[in-house]
C-alpha cells in the first residue's frame, strides 16, 4: 500500500539520520510534500476510477444525498467507484483517502467540513490523484493543482425554500388556522429553525430561507436551536419539539441531517419545509418543500476534466444566477401541504434570481442590532485561525447593494445574527 510504503520511508530515513546514512537537516510537515502539476489525464474512462468519502451512510439525509449523485455520475460517465461511508472528521479521513489511492483512484471526494484538514495533506503526498472537497475553505488560498473546493449557492435554494414556506404561512394566517401563541407580543408570526452548528454555512442557510418567508408574510420572527451535531435524530427531534411546544412556531425548518425534525413537525401537524430531499412519503401531512444541492453536475465535470486532460476549477460554486447555472441548486417536488400558488412564486422568483433583478442578501432587506451594513463591510473569506474579516464582500448590482455570499469563495462566509432571528441556544 502505498501509505504503508510511505511510512516505511520515513523510517528508513529516520535510521539513515540517526546512523549518518544520508544526508539530514532540519525537518518540516512540507518537507515531505512532492511537486504537482495540476493535470491528471486519463483517456479512457473505463480507467477512472473515483473514490467518495462520506461523514455518514444513507441513513443522514446530506450523505445520502452524494452517494446518490456520485453513483448517478459514475454511472452516467462509465467509470469506477468506490464509497466509504461512516468516515470520521479526524485522521480516519487521511487513512480512507490513503487506501483509495492505493484501491487506484484517480479522483477522491470528501463531503464534510472536517475532512477538509485531511484531504488536503493527502493531496499533498499524492501528487498524481485529484481531491476534491465539498464545503471547505482552503482550496483558494493554498492554490494547489490537485487540491479543489466546491459548493453550490444553496442560500438561493433555502431563499426559494423560505418562500415556499412563507405561501404556506400566509394561507395559514387567512385562514385563520393560527393561535394567539403562535404570534410574540408585537404581532409576529413565530417560525423556527433546527441548526446543527453556529458555522456561517448553517447561519447563511437559515438567513437566507428566514429572508424567503418574510418576501411573503413581513411580520414574522424566528428562532433558532442549535444542537452541536450534524447527524443526531434524538436532539434534532428534541430541537423541533422545543420550538413546537414551548416557542409555539407554527413553521419549522432545518439544517440537520436526520429525519428527527420533520417527524416531529408530523406527530405535531406543524409545517415543516425540509433539506436535502422530499420527506413527503415519511411525513405526508406536513411536507411543504425541500432545497438541495444536486451534486451530480459536478461529479460529472471533475471526471470529464481528468478525462480530457483539464484543469479542475479551485474553487467551484454553482448557481441560480451564476455562470456554472447547470441544476445543481435543485427545489424537490411541493408536497400535499403547500399552499396553492406556491410553485408560481418561486418560478417568479427564479426569474428575477437567473436576471440579477433579485439578491438574496439585498442589504435593503435585512438589518443587524438596527443598522444597515456599511459599503466597506468586511467577512471571513481568506480563513485564518482567527477569523480574521479580510474582504470586503458588498457588491452592487443595478440599484441593488447586497453582501456577495459564495462569490468570493465557494463556501459560505454569511455569518451575520440578522434583526428578528434569537438563538436559543449558543454553546456550539
Given at each position: 500500500?502505498?501509505?504503508?510504503?510511505?511510512?516505511?520511508?520515513?523510517?528508513?530515513?529516520?535510521?539513515?539520520?540517526?546512523?549518518?546514512?544520508?544526508?539530514?537537516?532540519?525537518?518540516?510537515?512540507?518537507?515531505?510534500?512532492?511537486?504537482?502539476?495540476?493535470?491528471?489525464?486519463?483517456?479512457?474512462?473505463?480507467?477512472?476510477?473515483?473514490?467518495?468519502?462520506?461523514?455518514?451512510?444513507?441513513?443522514?439525509?446530506?450523505?445520502?444525498?452524494?452517494?446518490?449523485?456520485?453513483?448517478?455520475?459514475?454511472?452516467?460517465?462509465?467509470?469506477?467507484?468506490?464509497?466509504?461511508?461512516?468516515?470520521?472528521?479526524?485522521?480516519?479521513?487521511?487513512?480512507?483517502?490513503?487506501?483509495?489511492?492505493?484501491?487506484?483512484?484517480?479522483?477522491?471526494?470528501?463531503?464534510?467540513?472536517?475532512?477538509?484538514?485531511?484531504?488536503?495533506?493527502?493531496?499533498?503526498?499524492?501528487?498524481?490523484?485529484?481531491?476534491?472537497?465539498?464545503?471547505?475553505?482552503?482550496?483558494?488560498?493554498?492554490?494547489?493543482?490537485?487540491?479543489?473546493?466546491?459548493?453550490?449557492?444553496?442560500?438561493?435554494?433555502?431563499?426559494?425554500?423560505?418562500?415556499?414556506?412563507?405561501?404556506?404561512?400566509?394561507?395559514?394566517?387567512?385562514?385563520?388556522?393560527?393561535?394567539?401563541?403562535?404570534?410574540?407580543?408585537?404581532?409576529?408570526?413565530?417560525?423556527?429553525?433546527?441548526?446543527?452548528?453556529?458555522?456561517?454555512?448553517?447561519?447563511?442557510?437559515?438567513?437566507?430561507?428566514?429572508?424567503?418567508?418574510?418576501?411573503?408574510?413581513?411580520?414574522?420572527?424566528?428562532?433558532?436551536?442549535?444542537?452541536?451535531?450534524?447527524?443526531?435524530?434524538?436532539?434534532?427531534?428534541?430541537?423541533?419539539?422545543?420550538?413546537?411546544?414551548?416557542?409555539?412556531?407554527?413553521?419549522?425548518?432545518?439544517?440537520?441531517?436526520?429525519?428527527?425534525?420533520?417527524?416531529?413537525?408530523e406527530t405535531a401537524g406543524v409545517p415543516n419545509v425540509s433539506y436535502n430531499g422530499s420527506t413527503a412519503t415519511a411525513c405526508p401531512k406536513t411536507f411543504v418543500a425541500s432545497s438541495r444541492i444536486n451534486w451530480q453536475p459536478y461529479f460529472e465535470y471533475i471526471i470529464d476534466c481528468v478525462n480530457k486532460g483539464e484543469e479542475i476549477s479551485v474553487d467551484y460554486c454553482a448557481g441560480i444566477g451564476s455562470t456554472w447555472s447547470n441544476g445543481s441548486v435543485a427545489l424537490t417536488d411541493l408536497g400535499t401541504a403547500a399552499a396553492t400558488g406556491t410553485q408560481e412564486a418561486i418560478d417568479a422568483?427564479?426569474?428575477?434570481?437567473?436576471?440579477?433583478?433579485?439578491?438574496?442578501?439585498?442589504?435593503?432587506?435585512?438589518?443587524?442590532?438596527?443598522?444597515?451594513?456599511?459599503?466597506?463591510?468586511?467577512?471571513?473569506?481568506?480563513?485564518?485561525?482567527?477569523?480574521?474579516?479580510?474582504?470586503?464582500?458588498?457588491?452592487?448590482?443595478?440599484?441593488?447593494?447586497?453582501?456577495?455570499?459564495?462569490?468570493?469563495?465557494?463556501?459560505?462566509?454569511?455569518?451575520?445574527?440578522?434583526?428578528?432571528?434569537?438563538?436559543?441556544?449558543?454553546?456550539?
Open positions: 500500500m502505498k501509505k504503508l510504503l510511505t511510512f516505511a520511508l520515513a523510517a528508513i530515513l529516520a535510521v539513515g539520520c540517526c546512523f549518518g546514512i544520508v544526508s539530514c537537516g532540519n525537518t518540516s510537515s512540507g518537507d515531505t510534500e512532492k511537486p504537482y502539476n495540476g493535470i491528471v489525464k486519463v483517456e479512457n474512462l473505463a480507467d477512472i476510477k473515483v473514490g467518495l468519502i462520506c461523514l455518514h451512510g444513507e441513513s443522514s439525509t446530506y450523505d445520502k444525498n452524494f452517494i446518490d449523485a456520485f453513483n448517478a455520475a459514475c454511472t452516467a460517465k462509465g467509470v469506477k467507484s468506490v464509497t466509504k461511508v461512516d468516515i470520521p472528521e479526524s485522521s480516519a479521513c487521511y487513512d480512507a483517502a490513503a487506501d483509495l489511492v492505493d484501491q487506484g483512484c484517480n479522483i477522491i471526494f470528501a463531503d464534510s467540513f472536517g475532512h477538509e484538514e485531511h484531504m488536503l495533506k493527502a493531496a499533498k503526498e499524492f501528487p498524481e490523484v485529484q481531491f476534491c472537497h465539498a464545503t471547505g475553505t482552503y482550496a483558494h488560498t493554498e492554490k494547489r493543482g490537485n487540491f479543489h473546493n466546491a459548493f453550490a449557492s444553496i442560500y438561493e435554494g433555502r431563499y426559494l425554500a423560505g418562500i415556499a414556506g412563507g405561501m404556506k404561512l400566509k394561507e395559514m394566517i387567512e385562514n385563520n388556522q393560527l393561535k394567539p401563541e403562535n404570534y410574540d407580543a408585537n404581532g409576529n408570526v413565530k417560525v423556527g429553525y433546527v441548526g446543527a452548528w453556529t458555522y456561517a454555512e448553517v447561519i447563511s442557510g437559515f438567513t437566507s430561507w428566514f429572508l424567503g418567508v418574510r418576501s411573503i408574510v413581513p411580520n414574522v420572527v424566528m428562532d433558532v436551536q442549535f444542537t452541536g451535531s450534524w447527524y443526531d435524530e434524538t436532539a434534532e427531534k428534541t430541537a423541533a419539539e422545543l420550538l413546537i411546544n414551548e416557542k409555539h412556531c407554527a413553521l419549522i425548518s432545518q439544517h440537520a441531517d436526520s429525519m428527527g425534525a420533520p417527524t416531529a413537525c422568483a427564479i426569474a428575477e434570481l437567473k436576471a440579477g433583478t433579485l439578491k438574496v442578501f439585498d442589504l435593503s432587506k435585512f438589518k443587524v442590532d438596527g443598522n444597515a451594513l456599511a459599503d466597506d463591510f468586511k467577512a471571513d473569506v481568506d480563513t485564518d485561525a482567527q477569523f480574521t474579516a479580510d474582504t470586503v464582500v458588498i457588491k452592487t448590482a443595478g440599484d441593488i447593494k447586497y453582501f456577495a455570499e459564495s462569490e468570493f469563495r465557494s463556501a459560505p462566509y454569511f455569518g451575520l445574527k440578522i434583526d428578528g432571528i434569537t438563538y436559543l441556544n449558543e454553546k456550539y
